[in-house]
């Protein structure tokens, strides 16, 4: 390749080369600009702003300018930050959250300790007397427990308490996904006993409807196989 090959084919070429390099200085000058004072503006074609850095709305206690982030939905609503409310909360430090239209906060991290701030997550009891829990005879595997979620995540976990109410029998209970079951029975005897089943992979793609349910049998003598759901979840890999 000669040198003249390298040179733009005519007038409008050239000039469309010196619009291109004109282009990318602006950029250029544009960033290091941004870059140098901490600030950031990217906004839709029509104005409408997707992305700030710089001043939060809110001052630190102190009256300084507190730094932040904000991202915006196409339509200019807020739908995350990183910045804190110090006239609120009483604190300079900040957190992530993330907004629904309405400008509630739906999800965000703790900014005092760590973890979660929102949503609230709930918690369930069991029952502790064993006598009041679901019971079968049965000699095969009987449905004691029946939910139906969502696939949110890919695994999820049991926690089981079980125990046979006739001493000398034994029995077992296992849980289904979908109808497959899922880890090894549990065996059971006369005896209150707490056992974790899983982390076991739900079944299906992101989303998919889940149908779980806990089983018992009774293998030996007379009686029942007891058994109560204390606790289950979903959790990552």
């Known amino acids: 390749m000669q040198p003249q090959d390298l040179l733009p084919g005519g007038p409008t070429a050239i000039w469309q080369a010196i619009k291109a390099i004109q282009r990318e200085l602006r950029e250029q000058r544009a960033s290091r600009r941004g870059e140098g004072i901490g600030r950031l503006r990217a906004t839709t074609a029509a104005g409408v702003p997707l992305v700030e850095t710089g001043p939060a709305p809110w ?20 739908v995350a930050a990183v910045e804190g409310q110090p006239s609120v909360t009483g604190s300079d430090r900040q957190y992530l959250a993330i907004y629904d239209r309405g400008g509630n906060i739906v999800l965000s991290d703790d900014f005092v300790g760590t973890g979660l701030a929102r949503p609230y997550l709930p918690f369930s009891f069991g029952r502790a007397n064993y006598l009041s829990w679901e019971a079968t005879s049965s000699g095969s595997y009987a449905d004691i427990h029946l939910t139906v979620i969502e696939k949110q995540a890919p695994m999820a976990y049991l926690v089981i308490a079980h ?5 000398g029998a034994t029995g077992s209970v296992r849980v289904t996904a979908n109808g497959v079951a899922v880890g090894s029975p549990i065996s059971t005897i006369f005896n209150v006993a707490l056992t974790t089943v899983g982390p076991f992979e739900l079944p299906g793609a992101h989303m998919a409807t889940v149908e779980l349910r806990v089983q018992a049998m009774r293998s030996t003598g007379t009686g029942n196989v007891r058994c109560e759901v204390i606790h289950a979840s979903q959790i990552e890999s």
């Open 163 to 167: 125990t046979n109410d006739v001493s």
């Open 59 to 78: 001052n630190h206690i102190d009256g300084s300018t507190q730094e932040g982030i904000r991202l915006y939905r196409e339509d200019g609503s807020l």
